[in-house]
Each structure stands twice: as structure tokens, then as C-alpha cells.
């Protein structure tokens, strides 16, 4: 293959995702495009997602059409690298991410001083394998093959100080301290608290996150992406995100080229074959997975939950755009009960030895069933044990309708520690769940419906629901899951006076 040709291969998806369907291309052969455009969105078992190009250049082809499905690891797109002599050093060089070393020089008479040098080698060594930003939440895939031939040369004028380099951790995208062009005579302003890859500007925008609010947790104060994770828990540091573009959504071959057949075991014709893929697909797997490997149990209690319904419509008469629903004031329950009885948001690991072991988190990633046209997603409200009920409340709604646009970051939908289902939404009043592999329980909620109950000795009618407790039996005895219940249950009977312990 010509050395003026960069082929770009489908990136490693994380979350143990091996393929994609392409569902669009976003460019054509002969575009001229740059580093980090976007240039197909494909449709992943988690989400929609937005593939960027790691080189810059002329689109000479594009491997594969819409509705192909693709595997990790072959070619998406092959890109002719920009001028017509890539190897020679008058050649132009290829666009850079906004956020790293400026990569031509500004001053040809000066030297670069060693702290920006070693930043430099940092960014050639990352630019072997394009800019290394492919997808937000995914990572770069480890071992790339194919790129630049040659090191890209790196100059950058200082004027009378040295900038220490922000060292890059291995676990991160890599990540390039901003050097902005010296004034002569000046000294280059202090902004590595504000350096970070284009991952994570990307991360950062679409969710919303001021940057200048962010405190880097990195070498000399550089952002990593744990920290605009971090500030994506926080409502107060986010600020309203501009609501993401329908994404087309190829629709499913319902139709196969034997539709009309007749099928041999009932005789009937067949009128549709529809492959199972994307959403569907994972949560077969999940599920399959859960109910081969998981020995679960489940209880169940009916629970008065009219002192909440009562609770809530007075705070609704005070703040009637700022009350938390329903759901919030469960969720605030079960991250209180779970810190009472940790042993339900662990996981059950066996390794490859037999060995086996469970793992406690020392935080609570509440995951909560969401229905979407793709079909059932479990997004995670990170670190939910420190968030009230109001935060709760925003940050469900927040991303349940990432979710519904298929625009949640495999970190959003794959980091639960224990999920609680509402599947009182469908009008149903029990279930016996699946555990959400590799979690170990799930907490259900039915719907709440007008029911005869003893008061004080008399006949009343009162507001009642169901609560399932489906739970992994290796982790914990019936003992355990029934006080987890009992505690979530008598919150809600008296809410008032749980959330004064809270």
C-alpha cells in the first residue's frame, strides 16, 4: 500500500462489543476532511455513535455501505494524506486536534527547551497511530498498525521560561498540554489547567460541562477524563447541553429473501426474519448469561406507599416545576439501603483458575431501566449515594433521553452497581426480574393502585405498590435481601421520617 495512504480500521468498541453496524456515512470519497471529524455514525450494542478520523486528507474510499455490519479491527475508510509529496519536509502538515502542541514551527532560529520536547515526543509517538481519539468513552484501540511513516517535526518558540510537560498516564487517552503561540518577551500564560484531548473536549461539550470549572486531577493540573466524568455527576457544574440531532436509524431487515416460505415444523408460511442485532442482541446475551450463570432468588412485599404520593404533592404545591417524581424519591431510599447492606452492590467474580471472590465498591452506580424505541437500556446514575433526591431526579431525566437518541456513552449504560426497575410504567404489578449481569440484585417497582389496607384497625383505602427483590444468592441469604426490602418498604410508608435519617 502507498505510504500516502492511511487506512483507517473500526476501533475497539470497549464493553466487550466486537462489531458495529454502519448506519451512515458522513463524508464521500474525494471530501477533504481533518483530524477528529466525524465521519460515519454506527450503532453499537450500547448506543449511536459518532466515529471520528484520527487522520486528515482526502477520502479515497469507504469500506462498507449503510446497514453493514462491521467488525472491530477491519478497514472503515482509507484517507490520501494532504499534499501531493506526504514524505517530503515541505509538505503540509496534517490538521492537529485543537488542545495539542502546535506541530510546525513559529521560529526556525530557536530551540525547543526539553519539557516541550518531551511533550512533542508524546504527541508523535500517539500520532503513529493518527490522533488516537477515536471515540469518546470507548478508548483507542491498543496496538494500532498503520500511520505516519515518520516522526512529525515539532518546533514551538519559548520566551525566557520553561513549562513543565503534564505527564500522560498510561490508563488515558493521550493528552497534550496546550502551547499557545509566545508573544515576544512574555511569558507563555500558565494554561495546563485547561489542556485536555480532544476525547475529552468532546466528552465535555456533550454533556454540557464547563471546562473552566474543572480542576484537573492531573500532572500540573491537567484535565483527564476522569475528571469531566466526575463533573458530569454534579448538575451544578453543568450547563444546559443542546439537544442532540435525530441520528437516522437504518430499520431492521424484516424481510429476508425467504419470507413466504413455509416453515417445516408448523407448516405455516414464514412472513419475516428479522436478525437479531444491536440492542436486542446484547440483552439476549445479558441475559442468557445471567439466568446460566446467576442462582437468583427473589421477595416481594406490598407496600403503602400513600404517605409519598402525600409527601410529594405538597412539595409539588411549593415548587411545582422543581419536584422530584417518584422514582428520585425510591432511588434516594435504595442508595441508603444499600449502604446498610452492602452486599447487594457488590459482584461475583470467578477467575480463570476457579478461583472466586466478591468485589464491594466502595461508592453506588445506580443503573435504572430505560425503554427506548432500540429496546431496554440501563444507564447508571454515577456516584448516586451522594446526590439528593433532586439531583436524582435531574440526572434520571438526563439520561433517559440520551438514551431515547441513542447518544449514551458505553461509561453511562455499562457502570452499574445495582439497577432498580420501574416496570410499574407499563401497568404490570410484579416481575420476576433478571438480574442485570454482572450485577448481583434488582429491585422492581410495580405500579401503585388503590387498594383495601388496615390502618390503626380500620378498613381503609390506601395507595399500594409491589417491591421485587430479585438478588444473586451467592452473595447473601434471604436474611440479608429481606432487610434491604424491608428497609426500602418502610421508607416509603414513612418517608418523612427516612429522609431525616438520610
Known sequence: MSSDMQVFKLPDLGEGLTEAELVNWLVAV????????????????????????????????????????????????????????????????????????????????????????AAAETYRTEEKAGSGNVLIGYGTPGGATGG?????????????????????????????????????????????????????????????????????????????????????????????APAPAASPVSAPDAASADAGAVDNRTGLAVSARTPVRGVRKAVAANMTRSRSEIPEATVWVDVDATALLEMRAELKKRAPHDTPGLLAFIARFVTAGLKKYPALNTRFETAADGSQEIVGFDGINLGFAAQTDRGLVVPSVRNAHEMSARELDAEIRRLTAVARDGKATPTELGSGTFTLNNYGVFGVDGSAAIINYPEVAMLGVGRIIDKPWVVNGELAVRKVTELTLAFDHRVCDGETAAGFLRYVADAIENPGGALADM
Open 30 to 117: 474525494g471530501d477533504e476532511i481533518v483530524v477528529d471529524q466525524p465521519i460515519a455514525e454506527v450503532e453499537t450494542a450500547k448506543s449511536m455513535v459518532e466515529v471520528p478520523s484520527p487522520y486528515a486528507g482526502t477520502v479515497a474510499e469507504l469500506h462498507g455501505e449503510a446497514g453493514q455490519t462491521l467488525d472491530v479491527g477491519k478497514p472503515l475508510i482509507s484517507i490520501a494524506r494532504v499534499g501531493s509529496s506526504a514524505g517530503s519536509p515541505a509538505a503540509a502538515p496534517v490538521a492537529a486536534p485543537a488542545g495539542s502542541v502546535d506541530p510546525s514551527p513559529v521560529s526556525s532560529g530557536l530551540d525547543v527547551s526539553s519539557a516541550v520536547e
Open 148 to 240: 505516519r511513516t515518520r516522526p512529525r517535526k515539532a518546533s514551538v518558540s519559548i520566551a525566557s521560561s520553561v513549562v513543565e510537560p503534564a505527564a500522560v498516564p498510561a490508563v488515558e487517552p493521550a493528552a497534550v498540554p496546550v502551547m499557545e503561540p509566545a508573544v515576544a518577551g512574555t511569558r507563555i500564560p500558565g494554561k495546563l489547567s485547561a489542556v485536555i484531548s480532544p476525547l475529552v473536549r468532546k466528552m465535555a461539550r456533550d454533556h454540557g460541562v464547563s471546562l473552566e470549572a474543572i480542576e484537573g486531577s492531573g500532572a500540573s493540573g491537567l484535565i483527564m477524563r476522569r475528571d469531566v466524568e466526575a463533573a458530569i455527576t454534579l448538575p451544578a457544574t453543568r450547563e444546559p
